[in-house]
């Protein structure tokens, strides 16, 4: 019976942390006006998976969007966005790092034609 107890015990001290441990993540959609192609698509959602903390990447070529769910007690979307400009890809907000730009495929530099100077 003290063997019974004691191990019922034991499983209970070593399973409690487990569920404990709540993991949560968080999902955003981030502009990537970038992502031109099928090669975009796959090098960043290749890219993106690898960075500590990111679950899971779709990005959509014909939207210009990158969806990315993520723990966030190992990163947050400021990481991402960042990971995402060091790539060489707009980011909403944050701009494409120019050296890793250049570096990208032609398919996936995209020319912005802003209003004011179109004719």
Not at 7 to 24: D, E, G, I, R, Y
Not at 69 to 89: H, S
Not at 90 to 106: F, Q, S, T, V
Request: glycine letters at 2%; charged letters at 25%; one cysteine or more.
């Amino acid at each position: 019976m003290k063997s019974f107890i004691f191990s019922f015990f034991t499983l209970a001290v070593f399973t409690a942390p487990v569920f404990a441990q709540q993991k949560t993540v968080q999902k955003a959609v981030i502009q990537t006006p970038g992502v031109q192609d099928e090669a975009c698509k796959t090098r960043i959602e290749n890219f993106l998976v690898h960075e500590y903390g990111v679950s899971s990447v779709k990005a959509d070529f014909k939207r210009h969007t990158v969806t990315v769910v993520w723990y966030t007690d190992r990163t947050n979307i400021e990481n991402i966005k960042t990971a995402l400009a060091n790539m060489g890809y707009d980011a909403d907000d944050i701009k494409a790092d120019p050296e890793a730009y250049k570096r990208l495929p032609a398919a996936c530099r995209h020319t912005v034609v802003r209003k004011d100077t179109a004719k």
